[in-house]
Each structure stands twice: as structure tokens, then as C-alpha cells.
């Protein structure tokens, strides 16, 4: 999606006779911001994944708890950006004119996930994996389940999400888009449904996760309201907002490992490291020299986002041991978040060249 706002230099409407339309200010921090949340979510289930190796206690090899708990706890903004992200995207950056046109970046979102859902289910069954028959994760994926790709949970309740915020756009620009709210109500309806009939008729239902909670609005709406800011809003002392991150990142570390792994994103916690990362990096300036990369790398962020699970599966099923000191733990959850984010990103580029975005992401 387009990082490219209206500039407020630009005239409220051409001048008569002129088919000139006002111009668009790519917004480079957004792209900036995508692309970091990409590498955080790397690095979290890098984190989680090394957590999870320990079986969840720092006694079964405290250098790999560690380390994983660090870089899990340091990715934990990742989410809410990317939520944030979304909301301005549709609010500010490219609000949508009609029903059709939020269709098509709906299709744009929903053929990748089907994509990717398919090729999960079949990585599951080659190596073993797969809890369950095909048949029934299969059917299990139409309806939200997140297994056996985890990650794509959050596409679940990007899509609600998305059309919930494009519904009251619309509604507030004249339109009347009753489909679309026939799907939201629909969507509102089926948990409930689908347990009721379920009881009616002893049948066991796949459990409906399409939609979303209360904080993933929010995260969206806010961030929306915050990203279109106008520069110096925030302050031009950036150090501060890292100071605000770090002792987020320092009590989300304190919280996961004597509260609760794993940490909810509704939590104040991530809310206030969130809000530390996107106060730091809002409106700047980056290099012109410098610019193509960031675009072309932002582009290729979800796709990216699809294939990093099974890059990373690979990697950590081979390299993650429980014997390791912190500090060899540590280069060695680096080394795996780097690894995974150059093979992630440079496929996507490569699926992008071939023509294959629009399947793959």
C-alpha cells in the first residue's frame, strides 16, 4: 500500500480548465516504520522460538531463555505499528472512494493468505508436522485457524479491521455501502452463530476467528490520528522517546518473565513501547540517496511477512540449543533474525520481479 498522503502545500482543487490533481507527499517514514516492524516481528519469533526451546524456564538453559526473551520482548511493537499503519492507510493515506475499491485491496490481502495458507499446510505435512489431517486444517484455515502458520492471525483481523475503519469513511463521506455492511454484520454474528448451531446440532463447528478486539481498533484509529501529525508534534528531542522505549522494553521483559508469557499487545506496557518507536522515527527525514532502497524494501515487506515462518522454522530447528552461555545465545538470535530477515525479503524481491506479487504478497 502506498505510504503517499495529499500534501498540504498542494491547492484545495485545480484551477478551472485544469485537469492537474493535487500531489501526493510519500511519506518515507512510513516506510521506514514498515519496514522495522517487519525485522521486529522477525526478531520476536526469533525470541519466541528460542523461549519456547527452554520450554518456557530460564533452568532448562538461562543463556537461550535470555536471549530469546530479550529479542522476544524487543519486537513486541511491531504489531501495533503495523495496526497503526493500517488505520492511516485508510484514514489518511489512501481513503477509500467506494466499495469496490476497498474489494480489490481486500483480494489483494485475502489471495496471498490463501496462497500461503495452501503452501503452510503442505511444508506441515513434508516434514511431519501437521497435528491434525489436511482435510481438517484445511478447513479449520477457511474459517481462522491460525495453525500451522501462527503469523497469519493478524491478517485475521487486519481485513475486519480494515473494513470496520472504510465502512465509517465512507459512511462520513455520503455513501451508503450496505454490502459492506451486511459483511460487517455478518462477521459480528457468525462466533455466536457458529457456536449455537453447534450446540443445536451436536455437530463440532470450526471455531470462526475472523474479527478483532477492541485494542486492534484502537492501535489503528490512534495511529492514524498520530502518524498524521505534522512534523515537530512530538518534540525534536528523539532521545527521550527511546528512553520511553527502553524502559517499556525493560518492563515487558520483567513482566514476561515473572507475570505472563506471553504478553498481551493490549498491554500498557507494549502500548507505551510502541508509542516510543513511532514518536522517534515520526517525519524523519530520510536521505534522499537512500530512498529507492527504503521504497522498494517497504514493498517487499508483506511479502516478506509470509514466508519469514517457514525461513525461520528451518533455522532455528537446526541451530537452537538449550546448552548455550547468554553471550553465544544472544550473536546467535542476531544471527538468526538477520539470516531470516536477508532470505525473507530477498525472496520477496525475487517473487516481485517474476510477476508474482499479487500470489505471494
Known sequence: MSSSVTSASAPAAAQPGSEARPRREHRYDI?????LCSVGVILCHTGSAFVKAADREASNGPGTYWAGLVADSA????VPLFFAIAGWVVLVGAPVRDGRQLWQRIVRIIVPLGVWTALYLAWGKVRG????PLRDLALDAVFASVRPAYHLWYLYAYIPVVMVLAFVALVK???RPWVLGAALLVLGAAPSLSGDLSKVTGLELPHFGWGFGPYQLIYAVLGALLLALPAGTFGRRGTWWLLLAGGALAAIVWYQ???HYAIPYASVLVAL????VLFSLHRVSVPERLRPALARLSGASFGAYMVHVLVLGVLTDVLVDTGLGLPAAAALTLAVTAATAALS???????TRLGLARLLG
Open 31 to 35: 516506510d521506514l516504520i514498515r519496514l
Open 75 to 78: 519486537g513486541r511493537f511491531a
Open 129 to 132: 508436522t501437521n497435528a491434525d
Open 173 to 175: 463521506a455520503g455513501k
Open 257 to 259: 518473565h515473572d507475570v
Open 273 to 276: 513501547l510502541s508509542a516510543g
Open 345 to 351: 525479503f530477498g525472496a520477496a524481491l525475487l517473487w
